[in-house]
T-cell receptor
């Protein structure tokens, strides 16, 4: 069964601290993996996208890793800020890069709260 | 910047009403999607369209229909709204091999 599982379900950290969110997937065939940030009451916004051949990608204080062998990804947030409080969702695209890759398999997200 | 605009942020409708949720994108994307998002269930795909006048059922199409008469516009229709359709509705558009860009969401309450 094609699934994306995220952990932890929720996380509370102090401002300035680092944290790492996990994503495990069982999606085949694998096309790419994205991390989205979703603020409360808003639509998701893309942070990073990684294909099979990429194992790390950064976007400012966000760094995503991908291990295609173990089918695991992580999102590391450095020096957290209050504005990082949001839900972080891992999404795996099922399908081939050159073909019709419309199928997105969504995780349930990790809810992050950054406290002062 | 890609812009995906949903017609309403908040809607309150009565049971049995016909409800239209509109979504417009400005990037000439072929693919458009309607999701609903509920606590503990994540995003679930209702319908998607890969071209004008084309539509395909997603994972939970029951109780919904869609219309795509123009490339930039994708409408979600609740023929007879029910309380279990109270949810956050998210529209997204996507090019051939790009990421999906989302609208700001419509929080629909059916009373």
């Amino acid at each position: 069964k094609n699934q994306v599982e995220q952990s932890p379900q929720s996380l509370i950290i102090l401002e300035g601290k680092n944290c790492t969110l996990q994503c495990n997937y069982t999606v085949s065939p694998f096309s790419n993996l994205r991390w989205y940030k979703q603020d409360t009451g808003r639509g998701p916004v893309s942070l990073t996208i990684m294909t099979f051949s990429e194992n790390t990608k950064s976007n400012g204080r966000y760094t995503a890793t991908l291990d295609a062998d173990t089918k695991q990804s992580s999102l590391h947030i450095t020096a957290s800020q209050l504005s990082d409080s949001a839900s972080y969702i891992c999404v795996v695209t099922q399908g081939y890069e050159a073909g019709n890759n419309r199928k997105l398999i969504w995780g349930l997200g990790t809810s992050l709260a950054v406290n002062p | 910047d890609v812009k995906v605009t949903q017609s309403s942020r908040y809607l309150v409708k009565r049971t049995g009403e016909k409800v239209f949720l509109e979504c417009v994108q400005d990037m000439d994307h072929e693919n458009m999607f309607w999701y609903r998002q509920d606590p503990g269930l994540g995003l679930r795909l209702i319908y998607f369209s890969y071209d004008v006048k084309m539509k395909e059922k997603g994972d939970i199409p029951e109780g919904y229909s869609v219309s795509r008469e123009k490339k930039e516009r994708f409408s979600l229709i609740l023929e007879s709204a029910s309380t279990n359709q109270t949810s956050m509705y998210l529209c997204a558009s996507k090019g051939g091999n790009t990421e999906a860009f989302f609208g700001q969401g419509t929080r629909l309450t059916v009373v």
